[in-house]
């Protein structure tokens, strides 16, 4: 199924809809973060406190794996250095002539 116009500005306007919801729950939540008085520093640290000590560091070691997991793969997909990349299928020597 080829993706076509039609579906990438039906894709856009699923995006404009969702951002315009994000914003109005966005705008909600700092009203209600105003109207308890709490801060968005005051949140992490209730957060924090609620979640027992072993969850958290299981939490913080699931989340350096997915780092170095990332980093490996984010290495993996770059270039080597100085490979100059892949020369184009049927490209010859520099200076020959195809025939």
């Not at 105003?34 to 609620?50: I, V, Y």
Request: charged share 30%; no cysteine; glycine share 8%.
């Amino acid at each position: 199924m080829a993706f076509t116009e039609k579906d990438f500005q039906a894709q856009q306007e699923q995006l404009r809809s969702l951002s315009d919801e994000l914003s109005r729950l966005d705008a909600a939540f700092d009203d209600q973060l105003k109207a308890t008085g709490l801060t968005k520093d005051d949140m992490e640290a209730l957060l924090k406190e609620d979640i027992p000590a072993e969850v958290q560091e299981l939490m913080a070691q699931a989340q350096d794996k997915a780092k170095r997991e990332g980093a490996a793969r984010a290495a993996q997909s770059t270039p080597a250095p100085g490979s100059g990349g892949l020369k184009a299928p049927g490209a010859g020597r520099k200076g020959a002539i195809r025939l």
